[in-house]
């Protein structure tokens, strides 16, 4: 049966820029929930201090839970080699924090979509960069998950695999054991595409979940997509909200993971209203996967 993890998605800024919140004070605040593990994030402040590293995971599991996967943000679709070199090197001590950390998943991205780049340029850069780090994960226990992304908080350009085609490209070119998907429903919408068909197209690769909701604040869905390019962070047309009440069919969702076995993490993106949004989206969870799993 699946177990649920949460992520700090309310806490970004507060956690990674302004350091108004320590780490400790979000494992404490979460530790209400009933959840089994927290998803980390690889650029929490704290954690550029690696003693805090085993401190973390040691404070975690004294709450009785545990930390499945890492949050972090490779770019591996820059045209310039050593930079990718670089990314490469990054994204390898993600995966040894995430072993410190007791965590079994390490997410990885393509890169930002880059006005210059054609599809098969940066299919190819991301799918090699990849590849570089797989090697390593596997020697550690990890396995790295690529989520069909719209964009990190703090990049400029969208997610170069955003586009269903795309992503799906990017994972039919690597074909390894420790390689998988983390699905996030979410995030097809903000492609301006359907969740749905794109679960059915990759959810035997999906090892790892990403459950939030998505509300339109305002306008169309293809409003969205035309002013997306080149804003830093997210748009103000979508928001995040209370897990069952948004755009997501969470009974489609579900019904197409189980019949593929799935049983892995899923980790809720939500409490952007707060604590008690978060509590209430972790019980609309529990329900639907007891509904689904419970043979």
Known sequence: MPKL?????????????????????????ASDLDIQGLEWY??????????????FRKEVESHGMVIPMMC????????DEEFRTNEISKQK?????????????CRVLSGQRRP???????????????????????ERGITLIIENHYKD????????????????????RIDHPNFGVNYDPSNTYLAGEDPIELLKRVSH??????ASDRFLI?????????????????????????????????????????????????????????MDQLARSVEFLKKKIAEYWSD
């Open 205 to 210: 690769r999906v090892v790892t979940m990403h």
């Open 72 to 79: 972090c943000s490779p770019d591996f679709t820059h045209p």
């Open 93 to 105: 001590r993600w995966i040894d924090m995430t072993q410190t950390l007791g965590g079994g998943y």
């Open 5 to 29: 993890a949460a992520f700090p998605k309310a806490f970004m800024q507060a956690l990674c820029k302004d350091g108004s919140m320590s780490v400790s004070e979000w494992i404490t605040l």
């Open 116 to 138: 210059e780049l054609s599809i098969e340029e940066g299919v190819t850069l991301a799918a090699e960069s990849i590849e570089a780090c797989l090697p390593y994960a596997e």
């Open 218 to 274: 305002e306008g169309t869905i293809e409003d969205l997509r035309n002013e997306e390019g080149g804003s830093q962070g997210y748009v103000k047309r979508l928001s995040h909200g209370e897990i069952g009440k948004g755009l997501n069919d969470y009974d489609a969702i579900f019904s197409e993971l189980k019949s593929k076995g799935f049983d892995g993490w899923i980790s809720i993106e939500d409490g952007v209203d707060g």
């Open 42 to 55: 690889a650029g929490f402040l704290e954690m550029e201090d690696e003693s805090n590293w085993m401190r």
């Open 153 to 172: 908080d703090f990049w400029d350009y969208p997610e170069f695999a955003q586009k269903m085609d795309v992503f799906c490209q990017l994972v039919d």
